[in-house]
Each structure stands twice: as C-alpha cells, then as structure tokens.
C-alpha cells in the first residue's frame, strides 16, 4: 500500500528536524498551527499537486531582539513562537521550515511559497531581516536564494 502525499510528507517532517526528540524544537501540531495563523495567515503556506501537500513551508515573523536571542542561542525555537506576540510589529522573519517531496524539488515551490509569504507580511510589517537554522545543505542554499532576492540580510544559527 503506498502512502499518501500528507503521510510522506509528515515522514519526511520526521526525518530532517526529528522534533519529536527534540523539545527545543517547534513540533507542529494543531494548536501550534492556530497560533502561527493569529500572527500572520502567511505563516505557514503549502503545494497541493491535487492529490494532496507535495511542499509546505512555516515561517515566523518575530521582534529583532527575539530573532539575535535565538541566534544566539539564548532562546529556543519553541520559546522563540511563545515570546512572539499576535497584534506586534514584526522587523525580522524567522526561515524556520521548507519541505518538499523529492519528486518535486527543484522546480522552485518552496521558493516561489516562501517569497509570496514574506511579502504577505511585508505588506504590513518593516521587515529588516531574515534568519534561520539550517538542517540540511539544501535548506542553507534556499535560505541564502531568498535572502539574495528579497535583499534582506540573513543570520544563520549555528550547532
């Protein structure tokens, strides 16, 4: 029996940030869900080829003090979404997830999702920078692609 295009992408959740072993890490659910919704609709976006998700992005737009706290180490991903507070005016965008089933990488969804996104939130937000985590060489490279065409400047949070 094959999976469907939802379960493949929970696994592939799983495989690259593997939240459910790590309680520093964002392990997105229903609730968590709503609350990125009340901070912005654009927060969390996704590709649906009609047969169901094949690319979902999450993005979290936050204060610069919260965004140099967590590059710093000083804060977690989870405590980065709690001290984030709907109704704030935001100046940075957290690059926090982008996923894609490996049949349709490289064809530029993630990017394409992300950028609409960000500027979704620019609309009504001065956003000055952007940042982020990088899991994989992938996600470090589409991080850098966006910073480079939204001409925001990117920090990166390091191991």
Same mark, same amino acid.
């Given at each position: 029996m094959?999976?469907?295009?939802? *379960? #493949?992408?929970?696994h592939l959740a799983s495989d690259i940030f593997d939240s459910k072993n790590d309680s520093t890490q964002l392990d997105v659910n229903e609730k968590i869900m709503k609350r990125l919704q009340r901070l912005h609709p654009a927060t969390l976006s996704e590709y649906d080829d009609g047969k169901g998700p094949v690319a979902w992005i999450?993005?979290?737009?936050?204060?610069?003090?919260l965004m140099n706290r967590f590059i710093n180490k +000083? &804060?977690? @991903?989870n405590e980065l979404l709690d001290l984030t507070k709907p109704d704030s005016t935001y100046e940075a965008i957290y690059?926090?997830?982008?996923?894609?089933? *490996? *049949?349709?990488r490289r064809k530029g969804i993630a990017? !394409?999702?992300?950028?609409?996104?960000? @500027?979704?939130? #620019?609309? !009504?937000?001065? &956003? !000055?920078?952007?940042?982020?985590?990088?899991?994989?060489? @992938?996600?470090?490279?589409?991080?850098?692609?966006?910073? +480079?065409i939204t001409g925001l400047p990117l920090l990166k949070r390091k191991d």
């Amino acid at each position: 029996m094959s999976l469907t295009n939802f *379960e #493949r992408m929970l696994h592939l959740a799983s495989d690259i940030f593997d939240s459910k072993n790590d309680s520093t890490q964002l392990d997105v659910n229903e609730k968590i869900m709503k609350r990125l919704q009340r901070l912005h609709p654009a927060t969390l976006s996704e590709y649906d080829d009609g047969k169901g998700p094949v690319a979902w992005i999450l993005l979290i737009p936050t204060s610069l003090d919260l965004m140099n706290r967590f590059i710093n180490k +000083k &804060i977690t @991903e989870n405590e980065l979404l709690d001290l984030t507070k709907p109704d704030s005016t935001y100046e940075a965008i957290y690059l926090c997830s982008a996923m894609v089933l *490996e *049949e349709y990488r490289r064809k530029g969804i993630a990017k !394409k999702l992300t950028l609409d996104a960000i @500027e979704s939130i #620019r609309k !009504k937000h001065p &956003i !000055k920078s952007l940042f982020v985590w990088p899991f994989t060489a @992938e996600g470090n490279a589409g991080a850098d692609a966006i910073a +480079k065409i939204t001409g925001l400047p990117l920090l990166k949070r390091k191991d």
